[in-house]
């Protein structure tokens, strides 16, 4: 069938936030997977990153503090 025949795009799910929240200067894996998913590309949670992170928070309609918790950890999700 053409259902069949449809390239289904395949996207990683977004894991669960733990541990600390991350500020401008932190280094994690995280911060990579943020970047990547988001067609940036870095380690360090750099200008670029607190501009990506401060958008997305007042696009969510959170306080654009730059800080990356669970809640803008979850903004952030590209698969949602």
């Known amino acids: 069938t053409a259902e069949e025949e449809t390239t289904e795009e395949v996207t990683e799910e977004w894991p669960e936030f733990k541990g600390r929240p991350l500020k401008p200067g932190s280094k994690s894996e995280k911060i ?5 998913a988001h067609g940036l590309d870095a380690v360090e949670y750099d200008e670029y990153i607190e501009m990506l992170v401060t958008s997305t928070q007042e696009d969510a309609g959170l306080e654009a503090d730059g800080v990356i918790d669970a809640t803008t950890w979850a903004a952030l999700n590209p698969n949602k």
């Open 32 to 36: 990579a997977l943020i970047a990547d």
